[in-house]
Each structure stands twice: as structure tokens, then as C-alpha cells.
């Protein structure tokens, strides 16, 4: 697997979500959505790409999954995808390497071209062909071909067993384009879409997007508005929250600093403007990595000794303002084989002693001098003050020297494939709700976090046994085991695991239906007035 773009700025970042209704259409007052009236939502982030075979960012596939359609999606707070461009989807009998899946009837693009098995196949074809760096066809590497023996109906045949496949399909990765509209050997850079999801694409620029009702759409969303309009605000926080403030934006989202949510929620002067705070739950989680050659860091008793001394409370507490929980495993709280394996074995408070003890057990008598480094570009300004606490916190114990070090995102991930560092900060966001997302990426062949971190029971064994599932229940005790044998051999330590906020005027609902761990933000079920 290549390393991909799904990793994330800071821990208020509202993650996305992806429902499915029952009923189809819209409510009867919604309209054809010219954009009068639209929702207008504020975030700080900017949507880095219209054309799904590249985009591999939070902002960019929350327009994917509300102007295409994929096959499957997920219902609100499930992990479990459901039937949507798709009647129906299933792994045939004695066949764990082919699903197949009978498209709805009368389904049409945007643009009123009929939707049919060739633009699936084509679609995917065109995401594994094209290859961009930046783009989704990772999570696609398991299918081997596909096959349209109708217009209905499209069979995918794997390389293994992939009992993720269908929540990989429910994602961004599965959108469904218009053949007749994309190349199908390059990107589309016109900054247009044509889909068959709730939502037209009608304009697309550096400072906003606007979107209207899609009348062609056929699927299980009810859209409750007449339309939505994002606003950019490119990074600039502040700018976001006078946005919210002053009403030019109904809703601000993705991308508030941790003291503005804290300063909004419950305040009078914000319950005076009739702003609330909507929390909800996220599987968005940030982890300290270590790099295994590294000659301090590598060293195992050095890693013992850090999570010994990490106070995560304090972490979420005094620099994140409460907008984040602890974590205490790769596997984060609501997503299926969930443990605390780094609290079964290191606490949750500082133990100088047993820190002490690791690295006296390692040889180490003197000082560990170390480095630790971020990069706030990527994930936000929070993260440097973070690893600021987390330095203070080793150095406190009079065990440590630990410094930081800020580098720009671009020079960060190339020093951190050189290996240059020994410990550095890497946040992620699922694509999809399943433990496979949080560890194939990470320890799976050509990981992510380019820790050069081998364990031959996780890769040789774990991964491929709890990836040909079927049954995910049933592959829960093995994930138990690799969170277990993570937490031994420390090649990262989680840190946190994110809340996730949305804030907005009281005159907006719906919104607690967008917040979920399903990574995809549901422009359907908000409402204004």
C-alpha cells in the first residue's frame, strides 16, 4: 500500500459522515435548489479536488459523497454500509472473492445521462489506472477485475479475501462518474462534476463551492434544504469564528481552534446570537511515532520510558481544551475490537520509577536526549504547544533532555522518509469505520508512518486472517492481539482520540446527524428554519 493524504489537522476538526434514509427524494418544500436560501458552511480547510480519482483529503470527499453516489453508504452511526446506488450487494456463496451487486433501477446523473454497470466499472477502472498519488486507489488494491454482465449488474472478483471491500466501496473511493463525462486515463481539472448523488456541483472556486438539489437523484437520502454553499477561510481560524459571529456563515465547521469551541459553548454572548455547539462522536485519532532505526528511539527501554511518563489527561485537558479524549490504543473508542492495551501496560499517569526502571533495563544511565517534531501546517497550531507539554513532561522527570522541533509539512514528510526523525506526530481519519483502517495502514506492507516498524505476526498472520472476515465480530479476538503486541513492542503511542464539533445558529438542525465515525458529512439531513 502507498501512503496516502486521509491525515488530519486537529481534534475539534468535525469529522464526515454518510447516511441512508429511509424514503427517497426530497421533502416536498426543498425544491429544485437554485442556491436562494442556501445553507451557507464555514471551514477552514479548502476542498483540494473535484474529481474523485484524486483528492485524498477530508474537504475533498465531503464533496465526493454528496454529488456521487457509491454503491453502498453508511447508515448514521453505523459501521455496517448499506445498499445505495446498489439494490442490493453480496459475496456470493463459497466465493469470498467475488461480490457482486444489482444496481436500482432508473438511476441518472446530474446531467440526466442514464447511470448504469459500465460507468461503475469504468469508474473504478479509472481510479486504478489513473494511480494518483494523491488519490484513493490504496484502498482499491485488493480488486483484481470487473465484470458487467448487464447493465444492472457488476461483479467484482479480488485478488484475497477482503471482507472490507464493501465498507472500502461505501467510501469516497466507490464514487460513481459519468463515463461519457472523464477521461479515463487522466484527471479532471476544470474544477466541474457531474454525479448522481442528493447534490449538483453548480460552482466550484478557491473561496467557495455551491451546491443545489440534484432532481435526477435516486437513492435513499431525504434532502431537508434547498441547497448548500462552503465558504473557505484557507487555514485562517480566526476568520472562521468572526464568519460564524457576524452571520456570514450558518455554520462553522472543520477547523475551530479548541479555545473558540470552549468559548462558545454555554456562553451568553454566543446564546444571545443563538449559536450552540453540536458534539459528536469521531474516530480521528493522532499518535506519537517512533522511528525503529533511530538510534535513541529505536531503542525499546527509550520507548518504555516515554509511555511511562505521557499524561494524555493533561494533554487533552490543558492544550486541547477538553475537544479530545485520551486514547490508550490503535483502535479507537466505538470502532469494533476496541481495547487499552497502553493502559494495561503503562497507566495513564506519569510513572517516573517505572520509566527509570525501562531505561536502567536498557543500559541507560545518563540523560536520553531527544527530539521531538511537528509540523502545526498540517496539524494545526495546537500541535506544536503539544509536543511542548509532552517534552516538559519527560523533562520533568529528570530522565530526559527532549526539545521540539516545528518544520513545514512538505520538508516534515520528506525528512521523515529519509529518516531523519526519531520521534514526530502523525494524525489520521478513518475511510471508513472498520479496525482494518487503523492498522492495515500502519503496519501493513508499505505502511503510512514510514516507521520501518516489522512485526511478522501482524503482517504475516493477523492482517490477512482478520481482513478475509467475513464475519467481523468473529475477527475481534485478533485484533485484541495485534493492539497487544503494538503496545509491547511501541512503534507509535496514541495520544488522543478526537470529539467532534459543529457550531451553529439555532435556527439550523440536523446536525447531530452529521457527526459520526463514518467520516462523511451529510448535507441532506441539515435544515434551515
Known amino acids: 500500500m502507498k501512503a496516502h493524504n486521509k491525515w488530519l489537522s486537529a481534534p475539534l476538526a468535525a469529522g464526515l459522515a454518510a447516511a441512508t434514509l429511509s ?38 470527499w465531503l464533496l465526493f459523497n454528496n454529488v456521487f453516489q457509491s454503491l453502498l453508504s453508511f447508515p448514521k452511526g453505523a459501521t455496517t454500509p448499506q445498499p445505495e446506488a446498489a439494490e442490493s450487494c453480496e459475496f456470493e456463496k463459497g466465493a469470498s472473492t467475488v461480490y ?61 479475501p477482503d471482507a472490507t471491500f464493501p465498507s472500502k466501496i461505501a467510501s469516497g473511493a466507490g464514487s460513481i462518474v459519468d463515463h461519457r463525462e472523464y477521461a479515463a486515463d487522466s484527471l479532471r481539472t476544470d474544477g466541474k462534476a457531474v454525479g448522481s448523488g442528493p447534490y449538483r456541483l453548480d460552482s466550484y472556486s478557491d473561496a467557495e463551492a455551491a451546491f443545489s438539489v440534484n ?37 462553522a465547521y472543520r ?29 480521528e485519532v493522532q499518535h506519537l511515532v517512533f522511528n525503529m532505526k533511530d538510534p535513541v528511539a529505536g531503542k525499546l527501554g527509550v520507548r518504555k520510558a516515554i509511555a511511562h511518563l505521557v499524561d494524555r489527561d493533561a494533554l487533552v485537558q490543558n492544550v486541547y481544551q477538553s475537544t479530545a479524549t485520551p486514547l490508550y490504543s490503535i483502535v479507537p473508542a466505538g470502532i469494533l475490537g476496541h481495547n487499552t492495551a497502553f493502559f494495561d501496560r503503562y497507566g495513564d499517569r506519569p510513572q517516573p520509577e517505572k520509566a527509570k526502571a525501562a531505561l536502567k533495563e536498557e543500559g541507560i544511565k545518563d540523560k536520553v536526549k531527544i527530539t521531538l517534531h511537528s509540523t502545526p501546517s498540517r496539524y494545526g497550531p495546537g500541535t506544536d504547544e503539544q509536543l511542548k507539554a509532552i517534552a516538559r513532561q519527560l523533562n520533568d522527570s529528570g530522565l530526559f533532555e527532549a526539545e521540539v522541533e516545528s518544520v513545514e509539512y512538505d520538508q516534515y514528510e520528506k525528512d521523515i522518509k529519509a529518516g531523519k526523525y526519531g520521534v514526530y506526530i502523525k494524525g489520521w481519519v ?100
Open 23 to 60: 424514503g427517497c427524494g426530497t421533502d416536498k418544500d426543498a425544491g429544485s435548489g437554485d442556491g436562494a436560501g442556501a445553507i451557507v458552511v464555514g471551514m477552514s480547510e479548502k476542498v483540494l479536488a473535484t474529481d474523485p480519482a484524486t483528492g485524498y483529503d477530508p474537504g475533498s
Open 430 to 529: 478513518p475511510d471508513y469505520p472498520d479496525p482494518d483502517n487503523f492498522t492495515q495502514p500502519f503496519f501493513g506492507e508499505g505502511n503510512v508512518l514510514d516507521n520501518h516498524y516489522e512485526n511478522n505476526k501482524i503482517t504475516g498472520k493477523i492482517i490477512p486472517d482478520t481482513a478475509a472476515a467475513a464475519d467481523r465480530s468473529a475477527a475481534q479476538d485478533d485484533f485484541g492481539r495485534l493492539q497487544n503486541l503494538v503496545a509491547d513492542d511501541i512503534p507509535l503511542l496514541p495520544l488522543w482520540q478526537a470529539k467532534q464539533y459543529a457550531v451553529a445558529y439555532n435556527t439550523i438542525t440536523g446536525l447531530e446527524w452529521t457527526l459520526d465515525a463514518s467520516t462523511v458529512f451529510r448535507f441532506w439531513e441539515i435544515k434551515k428554519g
Open 100 to 160: 457482486r451487486c444489482t444496481l436500482r433501477e432508473g438511476l441518472k446523473f446530474s446531467n440526466g445521462n442514464p447511470l448504469t454497470a459500465k460507468d461503475v466499472k469504468f469508474s473504478f477502472e479509472r481510479v486504478l489506472k489513473i494511480d494518483d498519488e494523491n488519490g484513493p486507489g490504496p484502498l482499491l488494491s485488493t480488486l483484481d477485475k470487473i465484470e458487467t454482465p448487464d447493465d444492472r449488474t457488476v461483479v467484482f472478483t479480488l485478488k484475497v
Open 215 to 251: 432532481p435526477e437523484y435516486k437513492g435513499t437520502a431525504k434532502v431537508r434544504n434547498t441547497g448548500v454553499k462552503l465558504k473557505f477561510y484557507n487555514g485562517d481560524r480566526k476568520a472562521l469564528a468572526d464568519g460564524l459571529t457576524k452571520g456570514d456563515v450558518d455554520i
Open 255 to 283: 477547523g475551530l481552534a479548541a479555545a473558540d469551541i470552549k468559548a462558545l459553548n454555554g456562553s451568553p454572548t454566543a446564546g444571545q446570537k443563538g449559536i450552540q455547539v453540536i458534539e459528536g462522536s469521531s474516530a
